[in-house]
């Protein structure tokens, strides 16, 4: 197989729930093992959840194809999320989500970003509607409707 050959395989190969599935697995454990994390996930594992094809937390499907923008990840790319960040990669512990939900939460619980969402949209729907958003002080205070 040429040069260009193989890199016409790996570019079609990552499009496919295999190739993503192993291209997502051996990031993880590669980054596993440079942070000392326990790693026990299967590339089976990997492609079971891509089969699904939907974000378990936002419900958009995967992208699968190429970057839009050469070295940037698409938004809706699926990304592996370590649930507990400090836990490493195991199967209780690792949701396949869109790298846009995987970079929006970092270190954050799926409960933190849903309450930030929250305050976004809040925010956003207020100025739409043409109201003045009530700021509220205390930092966990509930957002009224």
């Not at 729930?17 to 994390?37: C, Q, S, T, V």
């Not at 974000?55 to 839009?68: A, N, S």
């Not at 939460?105 to 849903?114: A, G, Q, R, Y």
Request: charged content about 30%; glycine content about 4%; overall charge positive.
């Amino acid at each position: 197989m040429t040069k260009e050959e193989k890199a016409a395989y790996r570019k079609t190969h990552i499009q496919t729930i295999e190739g993503r599935a192993n291209k997502l697995w051996l990031d993880a454990r590669r980054r596993a093992k440079l942070r000392d994390l326990p790693f026990d996930i299967t590339k089976e594992w990997v492609a079971a959840a891509l089969r699904r094809g939907t974000c378990p937390r936002t419900y958009v499907d995967f992208y699968m194809g190429e970057p839009k923008i050469k070295g940037r990840n698409e938004r809706h790319a699926p990304s592996l999320d370590r649930i507990v960040a400090l836990l490493g990669y195991t199967p209780s512990n690792t949701q396949v989500v869109t790298w846009a939900y995987n970079c929006a939460k970092h270190t954050w619980t799926d409960n933190d970003l849903l309450k930030m969402s929250q305050e976004v949209a809040y925010v956003a729907l207020s100025k739409k509607l043409g109201v003045e958003p009530r700021k509220r002080t205390p930092r966990n205070a509930p957002i009224e409707y």
